[in-house]
């Protein structure tokens, strides 16, 4: 019918404004470290064109890589990604990004890592034909430590909600 949401509503061109909250497990490389919990409250924005989306994601001191101990970072990614369409609204976004994470002890920037991201596994709704939602189940961030060969991996649950008018 006339009211039906059609499956190509994400054709065209959609600038998206927006934030993304979840947290989730992290653990070092060395399979003898504990697990420990982590934490992510960011802006994000970018464009999308006939389902393929860019964009930057940034975090200014909110994103805990560690809780043990506390560990808040600026974290700042740039990423490109595909909705792949499911079923009329819904898609199944997937998404690489690359930029970095640095840590702030006490107020001071510590090393600055090299933050990688995949999302591979999350849904995407389209709603009232400019809202946005996304679910991670989960984001995948990676901080390299290139100085030290040592990385940190950390899986984001996280919901995304961002407005993306037509443009």
């Known amino acids: 019918g006339g009211g039906d949401m059609l499956a190509d509503e994400l054709e065209g061109m959609r600038a998206h404004l927006g934030i993304i909250f979840g947290g989730g497990p992290s653990h070092l490389d060395d399979p003898a470290d504990f697990v420990e919990g982590s934490l992510l409250f960011a802006l994000k924005g970018g464009i999308l064109i006939d389902r393929f989306e860019v964009g ?3 975090a200014p001191a909110t ?3 560690t809780f043990n101990p506390d560990l808040p970072s600026v974290h700042l990614n740039a990423y490109a990604g595909y909705h792949i369409p ?7 976004p997937l998404r690489l990004g690359i930029g970095f994470t640095t840590p702030t002890f006490d107020g001071e920037a510590g090393d600055t890592l090299l ?3 995949a999302d591979l596994i999350g849904v995407s ?3 009232a034909d400019q809202f946005l939602l996304d679910v991670h189940l989960p984001s995948l961030r990676i901080n390299v430590d290139t100085q030290n060969d040592g990385a940190l991996f950390s899986y984001i649950f996280a919901i995304g909600a961002s407005w993306a008018p037509k443009l």
């Open 63 to 65: 994103y805990v890589i």
């Open 125 to 127: 709704v389209l709603l």
């Open 56 to 58: 930057l994601e940034f």
């Open 86 to 92: 499911l079923y009329k609204s819904v898609s199944w």
């Open 115 to 117: 933050a990688l991201r």
